[in-house]
């Protein structure tokens, strides 16, 4: 089994920053892909920031030159960066995991961590 666990959610004005973190605990050999997803209410589920196990990112336009994404492969941690942020950047960000444990890949979820920015 393996858990995903998010924190450095928060509330912050306008302009400022949030550094998220993602830890992985459990059965893991290796993870491959992370990712950090969004969800506003009453919206879809959003792709924020994707990074895999060879460093390679991906970004939504939205946030490309405001957010990084990086990780920690000792730790099995993804952070997620987060500067100059917006109110419309409000939502609970979770993120998401292929992991491999030396049976099979399956990808995992975390119960995400509030983020809210003020005007």
């Known amino acids: 089994q393996v858990q995903l666990v998010e924190s450095g959610g928060g509330l912050v004005q306008a302009g400022g920053s949030l550094r998220l973190s993602c830890a992985a605990s459990g059965s893991i050999v290796n993870i491959n892909a992370m990712r950090w997803y969004r969800q506003a209410p009453g919206k879809q589920r959003e792709l924020v920031a994707a990074?895999?196990?060879?460093?390679?990112?991906n970004y939504a336009d939205s946030v490309k030159g405001r957010f990084t994404i990086s990780r920690d492969n000792a730790k099995n941690t993804v952070y997620l960066q987060m500067n100059s942020l917006k109110p419309e950047d409000t939502a609970v960000y979770l993120c998401n995991a292929d992991v491999y444990n030396a049976w099979y890949s399956d990808n995992y979820w975390g119960q995400g961590t509030q983020v809210t920015v003020s005007s």
């Open positions: 990074i895999t196990s060879g460093n390679s990112t």
